[in-house]
């Protein structure tokens, strides 16, 4: 059963520009970092933690201003300018147990998160939610994709495979398996330590159903995630 949840919010957000962290960019009115929080514990997860790197300072001030101290829990990544593997690192004392795990520039609309938080873990895999509507995707051109096979199995993933069935979409269970494989790493990214236990046959992939997503890393993604809100608003 998964209890805690994990928020990447380490990196500099190059190319967002403006004057305002990415995790403290607003989305419908509230900070994405905020919102994220809210949404677990709206999925009944109080434990959170969040790792930050770059203006973590501001940050975490930020945050404490908003929801107290104590809200979170938090870690510092001081090699943010570095594969965002790190991150995750950073914060391998969290992961003794499954932890549901998003990046903060990601916008989560509906249950999209019931999918992973329901099931059946091991603890020696990890799962990545994924979404396999590939005509609905924003920017497919940066978008993570994933190659699996028919039991939901990761084979690969990349920007740049030439063969994949669906997309990354920044969500994840991690268990102690992940931090392991990243742990024999030098400078991993997330992707590699995917690879690594993909290779062992141990990284799973669940399906994205009741809901939508879009990652809010460049300008036109954001203006993107900010229609696709509307959307589901004013229609719900």
Do not use: C
């Not at 997860?45 to 829990?73: C, M, P």
């Not at 046959?201 to 900010?226: K, S, Y």
Request: hydrophobic share 45%; aromatic share 8%.
């Amino acid at each position: 059963m998964v209890r805690r949840a994990l928020v990447l919010a380490a990196g500099l957000g190059s190319r967002m520009g403006g004057d305002v962290p990415k995790p403290l960019i607003s989305i419908g009115g509230e900070p994405s970092l905020l919102r994220l929080i809210r949404q677990f514990h709206e999925a009944g997860i109080s434990d959170i933690a969040v790792v930050v790197g770059y203006r973590g300072d501001e940050i975490v001030s930020f945050t404490e201003s908003r929801l107290g101290r104590g809200a979170v829990s938090w870690f510092f990544n001081e090699q943010w300018n570095l594969p965002n593997g790190l991150s995750v690192l950073a914060a391998k004392s969290f992961i003794d147990q499954p932890v549901l795990m998003t990046m903060s520039d990601h916008l989560f609309l509906g249950d999209v998160f019931s999918p992973l938080l329901n099931t059946d873990i091991s603890a020696d895999s990890s799962y990545l939610l994924v979404d396999r509507d590939l005509d609905s995707i924003f920017d497919m051109d940066d978008a993570t994709k994933v190659l699996t096979d028919d039991a939901g199995r990761i084979l690969d993933i990349g920007k740049n495979i030439s063969s994949y069935n669906a997309i990354d979409t920044g969500a994840f269970v991690v268990t102690p398996a992940l931090t392991e494989e990243l742990s024999r790493i030098d400078r991993p990214s997330i992707s590699d330590g995917v690879k690594a236990l993909a290779s062992r046959g141990r990284m799973f992939t669940v399906d994205i159903i009741n809901g939508t997503w879009q990652d809010m890393d460049t300008p036109e993604a954001l203006a993107h995630a900010r229609q696709l809100l509307a959307k589901w608003s004013s229609s719900s």
